[in-house]
């Protein structure tokens, strides 16, 4: 009897394990095609197998690659998912919502043909993510950028074609991302001028193109803008599509919107109540002036001060665990051209397959300094006034969040980018800090 048991724990071993290499090997060829499909996706990653390419969009190729990753969603729905362990169950959901989601904004509803500004950040984006990468040297990267930088007008030249029914709003952030591009290409040009003086002549010309397709765009999209006759507004049915298939949310968008209006009211009267007090309390003087020689290098070392100190107060707390290896979090400003799309402050997330995972906290431009803007910025790093937004983005947010969740053994789980779930913690770490009293309300409310 006992050999009998023991043979047949052996056979269920043996198809759970079978069940979850197909997984596995399914979940690899899914990250295959996307990293062939999207370079500019694969490269911020961390898979560099196509850093010298950016994105083909022609009907043939988003065709050929719907196809390809139907064929991996068939195959997965063949698979006895009654068998499967709860990680494994786990990463078969994830990998067919992540086929549906691809398949939802290339055909459903193509995100590329209804919005402009997809086109240059895309381009702009293909050069930023290899410039931010650091398990690269410069000069092992430069060849990638330069590849990428001759192929941007004729991407961009390509996207016009792609348009079907765009959006103004979107034309109105090509137009501003466009604008201010031209500034990273003036460093990126700056940089390689290092790596190949004697290629001075061609790297300025490819400036002057790449520049000047740029305006291009940015002349197309407003010639265009008025005669936009898309929406934004993907409808009831799509969004009950991503809600249930992309982000898990077991609720329709008519309860969501219920919701959201009850605590869009609860925070609208706290937000209220809350600027009474402000209001009520005696106007705050500058308590001490700024020494002459403040400057842009002092608030940018206090961002870091901040971020490295809120972290050691976690640990000491014993409120988190924050691995000692844990990759840097910087504190940097905005790129100009991401600031169509980024109004306030940031944070891009070390790759989850590259070596080094440092992570960026993008804080807001820092203006020309006056005296008063001087005293005014001296007087909101004595106040520590940076704390709320290091909690939300840094530490215990985003920056541990996400570098913890690069260590999963799971290629799959890596791959997520829900911002919907992401941003659930970093909330709810806002929550937890202004009750145990490191910020206040008032700190956290002016992130």
């Known amino acids: 009897m006992f050999k009998k048991l023991f043979i047949i724990l052996v056979m269920a071993s043996s198809v759970y394990a079978g069940l979850s290499e197909d997984i596995r090997r399914l979940g690899d060829e899914y990250i295959a095609l996307k990293s062939r499909f999207y370079p500019v996706w694969a490269t ?152 190949y003086p004697e290629r001075s002549k061609a790297i300025e010309q490819l400036n002057v193109v790449v520049k000047k397709s740029l305006k291009n765009y940015v002349r197309y999209c407003e010639s265009k803008k008025e005669y936009a006759s898309g929406t934004y507004a993907i409808g009831k049915d799509n969004l009950n599509f991503l809600l249930k298939r992309v982000h898990f949310i077991d609720i329709d968008s008519d309860s969501l919107k219920k919701i959201g209006r009850y605590w869009y009211n609860v925070a609208n009267s706290a937000m209220d109540s809350l600027q009474r007090i402000i209001d009520s309390k005696p106007k705050g003087k500058i308590k001490k002036h700024a020494p002459a020689d403040f400057s842009k290098e002092d608030i940018m070392e206090y961002y870091q001060w901040e971020i490295n100190e809120t972290a050691d107060f976690f640990k000491e707390k014993d409120v988190v665990t924050i691995p000692e290896d844990i990759g840097s979090c910087l504190p940097v400003e905005m790129p100009q051209f991401m600031r169509a799309t980024h109004r306030g402050i940031a944070y891009q997330p070390p790759a989850p397959f590259d070596i080094d995972q440092t992570g960026y906290f993008y804080v807001r431009p820092i203006p020309p300094l006056d005296s008063i803007l001087k005293d005014e910025y001296y007087d909101y790093i004595q106040n520590r006034g940076f704390k709320g937004s290091v909690v939300h983005e840094a530490y215990p947010g985003h920056h541990l969040q996400l570098s913890l969740a690069n260590r999963h053994p799971s290629r799959i789980r890596r791959l997520q980018q829900d911002m919907v779930m992401a941003e659930g913690w970093a909330l709810y770490c806002e929550q937890m800090t202004v009750a145990g009293m490191l910020c206040t309300a008032v700190s956290v409310s002016g992130r």
């Open 44 to 195: 911020n990653m961390g898979i560099h197998d196509y850093d010298s390419l950016l994105t083909n969009y022609s009907g043939d190729n988003v065709f050929n690659y719907r196809n390809e990753i139907l064929e991996i969603k068939l195959k997965l729905q063949e698979l006895d998912t009654t068998r499967l362990e709860i990680d494994d169950y786990i990463d078969y959901q994830l990998l067919l919502s992540d086929i549906d989601y691809d398949n939802f904004i290339l055909g459903k509803y193509p995100y590329y043909e209804h919005s402009p500004a997809l086109h240059v950040e895309e381009a702009l984006n293909s050069i930023y993510y290899l410039m931010i990468n650091q398990s690269m040297s410069f000069k092992q990267k430069a060849p990638f950028i330069m590849a990428r930088l001759k192929a941007i007008p004729t991407f961009l030249h390509r996207g016009f074609s792609y348009l079907y029914q765009p959006v103004d709003i979107f034309y109105d952030t090509a137009i501003e991302t466009a604008t201010e591009g031209e500034t990273l290409i003036d460093e990126v040009t700056q940089e390689l001028l290092k790596i």
